[in-house]
């Protein structure tokens, strides 16, 4: 049995069926979750020798291993793919600022829901990964800073995969990581990002964990929402809105719009002014992202005139709104850019 596929309440009762006092689950689970070992060669000295003796005989530490890693000229940026123990691939993005280090985690292998622009999207629906394996990539990240004495600061659910539509093993990975007894991740240094599934985000307001929400929304008429994201026909705009308005109400947190910045689609004067008006009244943030290049999405990103055109309609509704730091593309390592095959592709193995 892989220990890292129990939560804290399955390993006390594991315990618990063995005779083994709980006190022992609390050290165990801190080892696991703050040391992140794969062996149990370094396992603490505190714990009885009947349970050190029955974990090395009945239990395992199994975590995806990395088959494969690209890194930035500048450093600032690795990719690394792990390997699942089907033989599905899922890549994790870490990235350096200056203070703080973030990592780009997945929630899907692939992805039903098929925005034009996003390569995870245009590979399709492979699988939804477990707890265990979202968990493992924020280990990963986790493990990989600590080897060059640095720490995970922060994580973003925006890797391949909608996470509102793996729900139940996305929020249980996410109340593992944030768990105080263990990796105690601070949750609101973690963002879930969503293409808007309205039952989701309904959802999520009445949870009680405080991380930050992102939207996809990228369009603010049905009639370009619709072309570029198919999910729009299913969860319109004016639903999306009234789901994000009951959000923001109940959990009184800002929530993080994304807007892809495509050439003559939706960097228009038009868009601003519609997102404008839906958005009076409800606390967002736009963040701009500039469209990087995917093989089947035959458009352009914005130019400098459109954007600066589409930021001054924002400040003068008084909108917050930044435009967010290009990283990875060099090693197709940026936004949409994950699937699941390109690294080894790309590098000819
Ligand atoms: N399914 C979730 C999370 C994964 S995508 C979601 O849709 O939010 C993470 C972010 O990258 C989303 O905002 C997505 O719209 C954006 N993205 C996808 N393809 C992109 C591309 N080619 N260029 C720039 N951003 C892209």
Redesign the pocket.
């Known amino acids: 049995m892989n220990l890292y596929d129990l939560d804290f309440t399955a390993l006390e009762a594991l315990f618990a069926s063995w005779d083994i006092a709980s006190v022992h689950a609390r050290t165990v689970w801190k080892w696991l979750y703050r040391q992140c070992p794969v062996d149990f060669a370094g396992m603490p000295n505190m714990l009885p020798q009947a349970l050190r003796a029955r974990l090395i005989a009945e239990a395992t530490l199994e975590l995806p291993v990395v088959v494969d890693s690209q890194i930035a000229a500048d450093g600032s940026t690795r990719k690394d793919l792990l390997h699942l123990a089907d033989g599905q691939r899922v890549e994790v993005v870490i990235m350096r600022y200056r203070h703080r280090h973030s990592a ?1 985690i997945s ?1 899907q292998v692939g ?1 039903a ?1 098929d ?1 034009r ?5 245009q590979m399709g629906f492979v699988r939804q990964l477990s707890a265990t394996e979202i968990v493992a990539q924020v280990l990963h990240a986790q493990r990989t800073l600590a080897a060059n004495g640095h720490k995970l600061t922060n994580f ?8 509102l539509l793996n729900y139940d093993n996305t929020l249980d990975a996410l109340r593992r990581v944030c768990d105080p007894r263990g990796m105690g991740f601070v949750e609101r240094r973690i963002t879930l ?4 599934i309205v039952p989701g985000i309904l959802r999520l307001a009445e949870e009680s964990l405080r991380i930050n929400l ?3 929304l ?1 369009a603010a008429t049905d009639a370009v929402r619709d072309t570029l ?1 198919p999910v729009n026909r299913r969860y319109p705009l004016d639903d999306l809105c009234g789901a994000l308005k009951v959000y923001t109400d109940i959990t009184k947190r800002r929530v993080m719009l ?1 807007w ?1 910045m495509i050439d003559g689609v939706n960097d228009t004067r038009e868009q601003a002014e519609a997102l404008v008006t839906r958005f009076v009244g409800i606390p967002v943030h736009v963040n701009l ?6 093989p089947e ?1 035959d458009a352009q990103p914005a130019t400098p005139e459109a954007i600066d055109a589409f930021s001054a309609i924002l400040d003068r509704a008084g909108i917050p709104h930044t435009m967010r730091q290009r990283r990875g593309a060099p090693i197709a390592a ?4 994950l699937r699941r095959r390109s690294l080894l592709e790309e590098t000819g193995r």
């Open positions: 780009c929630t992805c829901c925005c622009f996003c390569a995870t999207g973003v659910l925006m890797g391949m995969g909608e996470p990002s969503t293409v808007g992102a939207v996809s990228h994201l994304e892809v992202i500039q469209l990087n290049p995917t999405f940026a936004c949409g850019q």
